[in-house]
């Protein structure tokens, strides 16, 4: 995607709240994709799966039942799946703003989960915003677009791999987090052998444009921060708080994806760091480079502008005949071997106080 | 507005405090506007409007009363109000004085909020100060000048919309929080934009106006974020206060309109970050420059400087007369080819070695 | 005042602690002023007003005294003060040491208050050093020079101004605070202007002296701002703390005080943030303009050293005469036109490529 | 270790998550070396040691039984020994997953803690993950390598020196945790003493290679903190915390421990706050040193160039013959002592100019 | 003490951890003075001295008695006097290990203290660890080096001025505390000083010694900051703490020792920040005076470069007879006056174009 385009792209997504809107208003966004919703339902012994709003219907009450929905342009769809599982219309209405701040709410009927999980596409980081819902039995994805971080979580579910089967709607709602947290890291060790490469050239040959590459990834590294940093806060006190929903096994499952998502801070808290001890050995190579020129210019004409000025003395034209005092120099016997000898002096004198200094 | 009537308008506004006054004195501000005052009293069935204080002496007892006062100039009518309402002059005189803090601050009639509401007005920033009271069945609100901030609000109770009729003061007063608080997104896409054109800009022709345009956005940033932050950590702590005239419903808006704010905050500080980067980036780029003329002019003048001397010590006038040892050079057969040759390898000797070092 | 002088005088101030003296001794400072004692003593029908300590022995047990020390020179009269009040020694030492930190302190018989008044004296910030005792039906305060900052309560108790003469001490207490913290916003009005002088003046003409200047308002606001925070969290204690001298109406009152240091605080935080934010404007003006005089700089030497070596090249003296080869090119018809249309091209191709690369 | 194998090692080590297996799956490291078990079980009166599982099943049951796992390629051991002492799957995960932040976390059936160790390799900093799992009567160590931070723990159990074959599994896991965090103490030590060369010298004789060094430092001690930091941290929460695990005589040992692990933090912050201020110093250096070769370079340029222009303009052609408005200069008597004369007052007073601004 | 000689001492010192001794394990530091042991037992009446360990088993008992060793050479001394008070093996291995990070410990048989003592020794800042004992109706203080912060307390204790000798232990440690606190504040008032000369230097005259100044005074700063801070924060916990060892009397004074503490804090919080804001002035003054002389030098060379490179022009040799195109000028009646005209409006436009642009 070019720059133009990316700008272009930013711009339309900033219009970010419908100002004067009734809260709970439900609107899709302006770039929604058409809407897909996808349903498993399982316990232990079966598993079934179905796609639409009718088969919501067909297969709730079962032990869990799971709806996936991607694309959010239909809102019909999604009322009516708020009014199925009794959402809160706030809720509801976060989940079709993509400009939500992530998050963690209890409502009477649902714990509602806003995270943002990080792609990259074209070389273009994509926070995309992604909606989860876990109540009595069931549990509610949203998002934007079609994504393959769930897939091996719907892959464990069919193959009954592990223990997910077995366990309830809690489980899987933190088997989808994790999985969902798990697949940004590949994308930090983009960065990390980004930051890596430009280390190493930055203390060898200091670019330009590693100002502007710094600069682009440390953006990056600072938009997945923010979108990280309040999921781990919003964990850490979902853990803590005494919500039934949760019971202890669970709570020691979400405490590990907690600890990925304090792993990933670490990570981007590094990145960053190491980001700007580039930028400021970029700032200091600079210097440096400045310097060894200034040093060089400096050591040139010191030496050459007197003897310069010499030979240019002696370049006048001054008539030896009019006078005596004119230029008797240039008449006499040893003058210009004398001057020579005079420069060559005066030269090494130089280096001399400039081997001395250190500048040499 | 010109540079210089800010100026004058910020020293206007500077007169902070009347240093002894009497706590609890109601006197205008220099710049009051005429007082306006709005009346909607309304239940799920009626609205009625009015104007002026005698409409709130007719209105005052119905389920839910809104008064609205536009202009802070007749303090005998805010007096009046205050009376009636049984509000503490000290919020009373915070009303009149317009250098509050944000905060929320409880008192036994009424939950007392004051907040800032931005608007650019002619490009200048301006947080015009606002104030609300919520009590028993009234909501108070007291502005500066006429914004529209409240208009959808009173659109959407003329019109019934949503639930906003059905429901009591305190969601009223929420969402004239809500609609103040998303008035404010559109100012910031402002900034957005500009920093996006700046960010661009820096790294393809950094300009001195990038510095000021940039320490100008920042400093309205400032002022912003100084508006926003303590307002959303005063919402946070009405949230968790157990004070009554909150039930469980409300409070669950009231955090959604604190999570915008907390959005605002996330969405500030991105703004400043960015803004530090771009600062730090036309530093950068600025050193880079230096360095480039630097690095030109060293190697011209490391080149030319002793070809200059070179053909400066043959423009010498020692008279070769005079004497065998007066610059014999010049009347050799092949001096001046010699010379020639000398200097065309001195030259590409000083190209080589500016390649190998990577100055070229 | 000059700057030896105030240099001298911070010197004198530095002795700050005497070594090894026991524990709750009083023992005056250096430059300390005679002691002045005036005595109010009021109930809401009537005020008495007298001087000197016999005057607290006449109007101790009124409703509440108020007795104001000026000048700490006389220690007999503190200790005296002390006795009648049953002061701790360790809150009286404190009182007579000018180099207190902030605070409020719970002693059985009173609440400590100290205080630092911030006062410009002939350009020079000087932040005096205000104690106060708030005890049962007793308000003691200690200032080290006359100021006029409780002037105005003294006003408004003998013109009964306001609700001063019908509350109890606490209020006398709370009145003097917030007098005394209303009567700094003027000087920090002072710094704003400033700051705004300086603000305008960098982006236009960025003079050395701004950096002296920047770092000397810095200064100050560093020290000002030392000595509003302690109060603002010491008072926010004493709000929260339940002690028994302060009814709810009292804290009332106090947290509105608070609220005053808090706006303080934000308004010294903006300033400061300001003057950084100059401070990084004067090094970027600073930059831009070695880069003008750079640029300039290269691109005069680099047009004019070639041509320049090229006359110099045509001046030297080999002799025609000796050799076809020396220098054929002086006597050919058309060598002068030939060369100056080199310059000339040579001229114009590096200023097109200048202005290619945008050096000009 | 070269710096591309350094980097690639770091590139493989960076496989860190395994995007989408199930909770719980055992994967042994990529680069992981063969499993080794070592056994030791004691009481005050006996210790036997034994090697491999069998021994684990021959010896559990008596006071205190150590097993010591290094290397962890054989998933199908550790597998095993997570049976036998009931271990969470999800602790055994992050046993092999190299890739753990520090932490300390409670499961039913021991208290599991992973800590890194940080050891000078080759000249390359390596934090090696170290876990260890405290239960009833048994404390599991793992390991990647084999280390010699546990030895002296060994020795002590093998002469039952201390305490030591006295106390519980409690005790053996604080001396296990306070022999690998004193480990560390040298290796800081090694840091020191290079920055308090890099110090001296960046005052001395400020080279880039100072900024390059200080870079890989500063480096190293961030890896080092996000180590140390978190641990001291879990430490501290977990003495607090009211498990039973734990006597009051161990907590009088692990805050012991923790206060080492505070001194470490306090140290490495030193450290950084050193570094950064050789780097600040370097910086000086550096401008100072441009600074002086501008001033020199300055100093000649004003001083020669008027004077080789005086000459140059006394080296034109000029005919005198042709008018008497040419040069006629050049034959006065005069012409060459004055014009001497000119330069020497014209340098002299350029010398003192500068001399009299403090250019010299 | 030379840099060398100080570099060898810290060098020493770093030993830090004898890693992988004993827990508890007693063993003196390399450089131990040898081991003096004084005894001070009173009540209100009476007061007996005392020298060694005999004289400790005599005077037990009493009141209260004061154990003061100086001198860590003797372990074995070391170990009796804390068999005889029952301390912890882990506290009295701290008292011998002079790496301690300030605390303040219960133990149960005694509060354990351990603090530094700032003392500048031949301009070298010494900070020498000293550790206390309060337990019932005893005091133990050890330090490594003969000191006069404890001579006034003992001075107090012979001469019972004060209250000292009417009360018990606890008022004696918070004495002791308080002498070696308060000893501190006239070295900080040396480096006001030092501070206050660098500030006006560093405006008039920036020389390069001031970085290096700078530098030194921040680190001696910042090592102070980490051996006051942590004792601030430790005493404020144990003020709070319910041990029974402290009545309200003696926590009132140990409030205005910690309060002391902050002040100390407070100080060198400022006296950090000057030293930054000098350093930035010292930065800001270099690049004024690379400016500076740029200045100078661009605007020398813009004017005299042309110039030059004209007069260079009529100094080339083209030969006029051989062709009439060849410099004619130089044969024309009016070209030297001309050419001299054409200079001086040249440098007078020059310097025009520079006093428009502000450079003059």
Request: charged content about 30%; overall charge negative; aromatic content about 8%.
């Amino acid at each position: 995607m070019s720059k133009r385009k990316r700008k272009a792209e930013r711009r339309k997504k900033s219009t970010r709240h419908t100002v004067g809107a009734v809260p709970g208003t439900l609107s899709a966004p302006p770039d929604a994709l058409p809407t897909r919703v996808r349903v498993i339902a399982y316990d232990a012994q079966e598993l079934v799966e179905g796609e639409g709003v009718e088969a919501i219907a067909e297969l709730h009450g079962r032990r869990v039942i799971w709806v996936d929905v991607v694309g959010l342009q239909s809102t019909d769809v999604i009322r009516a799946i708020g009014e199925r599982f009794d959402l809160h219309p706030l809720a509801l209405e976060d989940v079709v703003n993509p400009h939500q701040r992530p998050k963690i709410e209890e409502y009477p009927s649902a714990i509602y989960v806003v995270k943002r999980v990080a792609r990259a596409e074209g070389g273009e980081l994509d926070l995309e915003q992604v909606s989860m819902f876990l109540g009595d039995g069931f549990v509610l994805t949203f998002q934007e677009r079609e994504g393959d971080a769930y897939e091996p979580v719907r892959a464990r579910l069919r193959e009954a791999r592990g223990r997910i089967r077995r366990l309830d709607a809690a489980y899987l709602s933190y088997a989808l987090l994790d999985a969902a947290v798990d697949a940004m890291f590949p994308l930090l060790d983009v960065y990390d052998r980004r930051l890596e490469a430009l280390e190493e050239q930055v203390f060898e040959d200091a670019q330009p444009a590693i100002a502007e590459e710094v600069h682009a990834i440390d953006r990056d590294l600072r938009r997945v921060r923010r979108a990280v940093l309040p999921m781990r806060e919003a964990l850490g006190r979902l853990i803590r708080d005494d919500t039934e929903r949760l019971d202890a096994e669970v709570r020691i499952y979400l405490r590990d994806c907690q600890d990925h998502l304090a792993q990933m801070v670490d990570l981007l808290d590094a990145q960053r760091e190491l980001s700007s001890a580039i930028s400021a050995g970029y700032q200091s190579a600079l210097s440096q480079r400045t310097n060894d020129r200034m040093n060089l210019l400096t050591i040139m004409s010191t030496i050459f502008i007197p003897l310069g000025f010499l030979s240019g003395l002696y370049g006048m034209n001054f008539d030896p005949g009019a006078s005596p005092y004119n230029m008797p120099e240039l008449s006499t016997r040893y003058g210009y071997p004398a001057l020579l000898t005079v420069m060559v002096v005066l030269a090494l004198g130089m280096l001399a106080f400039f081997r001395r200094r250190g500048w040499l």
